[in-house]
């Protein structure tokens, strides 16, 4: 009579062993077990000491370079750019004498910029118009593409560039990647006040195809900050660390190495110019905005892959060529009603250790306000979230890591650990995990970094108060990050630079 009670039991404990066999860890983290990386600290600390004597004239690419006029318009978006892009110390040699003052120069930078897109989102969030900003007083004087990124740390910033032509005949110019901006611009002759730049600066009269926009276009009116003078439209682009430029508003061709060119680009024709853009000559708007230059050349998707920031190394920036593989993390890629620049991704969650961090779904939510979310920010360096998921999330990090020495905080980094005299450590992993399922585990020199030539290492996140958080470029260094625009998401490509 037993016989048959024992059957249903036994399938019962089937059921429940294939389960759990058959669930995978990705999916559904084992609580009992720590998944951990390896960090190479000889590695990442002869990096720092290598970039601080690294010499741009040992490696100096060629400046003012004329590309032929007989390369192809592109105006069709099925077509295919690539450029390349570069780290900055490739085009100036830092000035810093260790590398800790570079680090703490660089954080500074990184704290304004993230400073000033906050503030524009502010304002945006409270609606304040175009009409109520006004340019500060000053006289101003008489589809597929690919391209190189270069790292920007040895003047300390987080910022890449990429190399572009501009006008005709074209002129080749070291242009910022910026995916918070929307606005392409350069410095250009004359200048009332110009900052030091790697090329020549750009000589409007030279190019037959130069021309001003003026007050009554679309171009003009779509600028956040502009003013008209002679018929002639201004624009003023400000940044969060005092930095600004100022000038004349035109269109001009802008061409991509031997893959061709595109007329009629808006940018901005600075005379006055003034911040921390040593080495650049101005700078490429990727973010969502009609001016941008994603726009522009109506772009299906672009790509990006950002090399070591401590690296002389290059990779590319691509246009219209989405390459997902099967070991691409995929994830939503939203956009927030209030401001159409910024990049947001859907994001659910984020593991220490292989373990989910208590983090309320709300830490990462963009609401019907426009308040909240998470963007991805190739100008911003370092990673800041919410206080209510950074706390969680290094208080994790901090407990699995015991077994190593800690010392004090740097800067805005509070969880710091002395590695001198180590060759590698175990550290547990931390990934992100987005809305759809899918997780991007960072290598551990993206997130353990150096500050210092001694051996001080931290944990590579920020906490803010503000709603917005932001994925920054040293997460992101080594892997590509495609936006693809036409089917709304996003792609995280590791080892494909």
Not at 142 to 165: C, K
Not at 466 to 476: E, K
Request: hydrophobic residues 30%; charged residues 15%.
């Amino acid at each position: 009579m037993a016989e048959p009670a024992s059957k249903p039991s036994l399938l019962f404990f089937i059921l429940i062993f294939l389960f759990f066999t058959s669930t995978s860890p990705r999916d559904l983290p084992d609580a009992t077990t720590t998944t951990t990386t390896i960090l190479d600290v000889t590695s990442s600390l002869q990096q720092a000491q290598d970039i601080l004597s690294f010499d741009p004239q040992t490696q100096k690419p060629s400046t003012n370079t004329t590309i032929t006029t007989t390369a192809q318009s592109f105006s069709s978006s099925t077509l295919s750019f690539s450029l390349e892009l570069h780290s900055r110390e490739t085009m100036y040699r830092t000035h810093h004498k260790d590398y800790k003052s570079l680090v703490l120069s660089r954080l500074y930078r990184d704290t304004a910029r993230f400073n000033s897109l906050t503030t524009r989102l502010q304002l945006a969030l409270e609606d304040i118009s175009k009409s109520d900003l006004q340019p500060i007083e000053t006289d101003i004087q008489p589809e597929d593409l690919s391209a190189p990124v270069t790292s920007g740390v040895s003047q300390g910033s987080g910022e890449y560039f990429t190399r572009v032509g501009v006008g005709n005949p074209a002129r080749q110019f070291y242009m910022v990647l910026d995916t918070g901006s929307d606005i392409n611009w350069l410095q250009c002759q004359p200048c009332t006040d110009c900052y030091q730049q790697t090329d020549p600066v750009f000589d409007p009269s030279a190019s037959s195809t130069y021309a001003p926009v003026t007050c009554q276009s679309q171009q003009c009116s779509s600028l956040e900050t502009s003013s008209c003078r002679g018929g002639r439209c201004l624009y003023q682009v400000n940044y969060g660390d005092g930095s600004y430029t100022l000038g004349d508003f035109a269109t001009e061709s802008v061409s991509f190495g031997n893959s061709g060119s595109v007329k009629n680009v808006p940018l901005g024709c600075g005379h006055n110019n003034e911040g921390l853009f040593v080495g650049a000559a101005g700078l490429l708007g990727l973010g969502g905005g009609p001016l941008s230059l994603t726009n522009q050349l109506k772009a299906t998707s672009f790509s990006y892959c950002l090399v070591n920031r401590n690296s002389a190394g290059s990779s590319t920036l691509d246009f219209n060529s989405v390459q997902l593989g099967g070991d691409s993390v995929t994830a939503p890629l939203m956009k927030n009603r209030k401001i159409d620049t910024f990049y947001y991704v859907g994001l659910s969650g984020m593991s220490v250790g292989g373990q989910m961090v208590s983090i309320p779904e709300s830490a990462f939510r963009l609401d019907e306000s426009g308040n909240g979310g998470i963007i991805v920010d190739c100008g911003t360096a370092i990673t800041r979230l919410q206080t209510q998921a950074y706390d969680p999330l290094r208080d994790a990090f901090a407990k699995m890591t015991q077994n190593l020495k800690r010392t004090s905080a740097v800067a805005l980094f509070d969880t710091c650990y002395d590695l001198s005299g180590q060759t590698s450590v175990r550290v547990p992993t931390v990934s992100f995990h987005f809305t759809g399922g899918k997780s991007w585990n960072l290598p551990a020199a993206n997130y353990l970094v150096p500050v210092d030539s001694a051996g001080t290492f931290c944990f590579a996140f920020a906490p803010t108060t503000s709603s917005l958080s932001i994925i920054g470029n040293v997460q992101q260094q080594g892997t590509r990050v495609t936006f693809d625009l036409a089917n709304s998401r996003m792609g995280f490509s590791p080892n494909k630079c």
